[in-house]
């Protein structure tokens, strides 16, 4: 007994159409697949105060990577008295946003990362001023930056466009504070 006619072509159509689709398929998956891969982030640093430069990749997709954040946690230590702190790793994807947005690989320029509290209240009393009581240096959320090449003014533009946290302008040092605290500006 043999299918109606309508049968065997639909059947014919369903075939046909699930061979093509498969055929296509090596075809379609390697880029939809390579889109679909976490993309690294990275974050290049020297530092202001000592010799230390650092390149590397601190993500990958969604996932910090542990060991680059150790990494970075030493890196970032108070200069004064060397001491380690855990630094936010959001900081670095206001650092890898700014650069994004300002199209550059260039390396920041770190003033100051991690602030322990005797360095901190010990500068707070001989600055004349400019380093807060409750600075969020002294819980890792916060970075003093630069970025050589680029005008102070277009760095600081691009970390407010970011909308992350705080953004601080210091054109007399010639330096912008970032932080993961509330979006403000001064």
Same mark, same amino acid.
Not at 98 to 120: A, E, H, M, V
Not at 142 to 158: N, Q, Y
Not at 169 to 179: A, G, K, L, T
């Given at each position: 007994?043999?299918?109606?006619?309508?049968?065997?072509?639909?059947?014919?159509?369903?075939?046909?159409?699930?061979?093509?689709?498969?055929?296509?398929?090596?075809?379609?998956?390697?880029?939809?697949?390579?889109?679909?891969?976490?993309?690294?982030?990275?974050?290049?640093?020297?530092?202001?105060?000592?010799?230390?430069?650092?390149?590397?990749?601190?993500?990958?997709?969604?996932?910090?990577?542990?060991p680059a954040l150790d990494?970075?946690?030493?890196?970032?230590?108070?200069?004064?008295? $060397?001491?380690?702190?855990?630094?936010?790793?959001?900081?670095?994807?206001?650092?890898?946003?700014?650069?994004?947005?300002?199209?550059?690989?260039?390396?920041?320029?770190?003033?100051?990362?991690?602030?322990?509290?005797?360095?901190? #209240?010990?500068?707070?009393?001989?600055?004349?001023?400019?380093?807060?009581?409750?600075?969020?240096?002294? $819980?890792?959320?916060?970075?003093?930056?630069?970025?050589?090449?680029?005008?102070?003014? #277009?760095?600081?533009?691009?970390?407010? $466009?970011?909308n992350a946290g705080g953004?601080?302008?210091?054109?007399?040092?010639?330096?912008?504070?970032?932080?993961?605290?509330?979006?403000?500006?001064?």
């Amino acid at each position: 007994m043999s299918a109606p006619p309508h049968a065997s072509r639909r059947s014919f159509l369903r075939r046909a159409a699930t061979l093509v689709v498969a055929s296509g398929l090596p075809v379609i998956s390697a880029p939809v697949l390579a889109g679909l891969r976490p993309q690294p982030r990275d974050v290049a640093l020297n530092h202001t105060h000592r010799p230390d430069r650092l390149s590397l990749v601190y993500a990958r997709g969604d996932q910090y990577l542990p060991p680059a954040l150790d990494k970075l946690n030493f890196f970032l230590r108070d200069h004064y008295t $060397e001491n380690v702190g855990t630094m936010d790793p959001q900081l670095y994807d206001i650092l890898n946003q700014i650069s994004r947005l300002l199209k550059t690989d260039i390396p920041y320029d770190i003033i100051s990362g991690y602030r322990d509290p005797f360095t901190n #209240e010990r500068l707070r009393t001989t600055r004349g001023g400019g380093v807060a009581k409750r600075s969020l240096h002294m $819980e890792g959320k916060a970075l003093d930056i630069r970025l050589p090449g680029v005008p102070l003014t #277009e760095l600081r533009d691009a970390a407010l $466009e970011v909308n992350a946290g705080g953004v601080g302008y210091y054109p007399r040092s010639q330096f912008v504070h970032i932080d993961t605290g509330k979006v403000r500006s001064w």
